[in-house]
């Protein structure tokens, strides 16, 4: 396969995909780092951004004791990036942004996770899709079910609004506030 990853295919024939990315971040202006993110997100080839929610702020769940709040957000693209190739572009992004990776669920100046790439199930040793903690994550599906409540999670085959509602049901982990 050539390197573009896009195998026999121009570009311009693969069709547009739909991609759910959740953004975070704990350290530094956080609120322009998101906004700088998404603004990155939307250069990148072959890529639109459709929706962003609210920034919501988020108390750290696992890592280190002592971390900052996070500042969360979910957005909507479209992309005809192969999943490898705009995790790569994500990384790349959240280097040039600034992060430091030090600890794992450590604070961060900004993450960036692919949640859903349309309703494919990917398992390689780079990326896992369905992200596998979405599901338990509060700061993740409330914003997600703010611009994405339709998307279907293919592992489960229920919707995020199901997913919110039950998560809300359970109590667990409600967000403090929201900017
Ligand atoms: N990777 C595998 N699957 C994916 C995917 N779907 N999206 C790999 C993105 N990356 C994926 O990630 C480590 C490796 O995961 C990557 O190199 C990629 O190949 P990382 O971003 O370097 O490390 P990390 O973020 O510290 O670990 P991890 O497991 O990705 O953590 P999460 O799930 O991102 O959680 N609390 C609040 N309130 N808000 C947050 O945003 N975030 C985390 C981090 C913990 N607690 C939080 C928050
Ligand atoms: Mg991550």
């Known amino acids: 396969m050539p390197v573009n990853g896009y195998g026999d295919s121009k570009p311009d024939e693969v069709k547009m995909t739909e991609v759910l990315l959740g953004l975070g971040s704990n350290l530094g ?11 990155e997100i939307g250069g990148l080839p072959e890529t639109q951004t459709l929706r962003l929610s609210r920034f919501y702020q988020t ?5 280190p004791p002592g971390q900052p709040e996070f500042l969360n957000a979910v957005g909507v693209i479209e992309t005809r990036l192969p999943a490898q190739i705009l995790l790569e572009q994500l990384q790349e992004i959240e ?7 030090k600890e794992h669920w450590g604070a961060r ?3 960036i996770d692919i949640l859903l790439y349309g309703n494919q199930i990917i398992a390689t040793p780079t990326l ?3 992200h596998p903690e979405m599901l338990l994550r509060r700061f993740v599906l409330e914003p997600a079910q703010e611009v994405a409540a339709g998307s279907v999670h293919p592992e489960t085959g229920l919707t995020l609004r199901e997913h919110d ?3 809300k049901q359970s ?6 506030n929201r900017d």
Request: glycine share 14%; net charge positive.
């Open 109 to 111: 100046t900004l993450d």
């Open 171 to 176: 109590g667990k982990g409600t967000s403090k």
């Open 165 to 167: 509602r039950i998560a």
């Open 95 to 101: 280097l040039r942004l600034g992060r430091v990776r």
């Open 29 to 39: 202006n956080r609120q322009e780092t998101l906004e700088q993110a998404w603004k």
């Open 128 to 130: 896992t899709v369905p």
């Open 59 to 63: 108390e750290p769940v696992g890592g």
